[in-house]
């Protein structure tokens, strides 16, 4: 993905937050097109939630970003 292909139109989404049981998130995991799914903890508010944006480079594992931007 690129920048001129990001805003470009495009039937994508980039993050989605969604509520499963373990298998739901593993039938997600598996779906095509599907490039990562992140568990958080049980019970955790979407105030609490961390989400970092998996970058197009990361295509066999996802490191930490640079934690360096304003809060």
């Not at 609490?48 to 930490?64: C, D, F, K, R, W």
Request: proline share 13%; net charge negative.
């Amino acid at each position: 993905m690129t920048i001129a292909g990001v805003r470009a139109p495009c039937a994508c989404v980039v993050a989605l937050v969604v509520e499963a049981d373990r298998a739901g998130l593993d039938r997600l995991a598996a779906s095509p097109g599907v490039r990562a799914v992140e568990a958080a903890p049980v019970g955790v508010t979407p105030a609490e939630l961390a989400l970092s944006p998996l970058l197009p480079e990361q295509t066999v594992a996802a490191g930490p970003v640079p934690d360096d931007g304003p809060v």
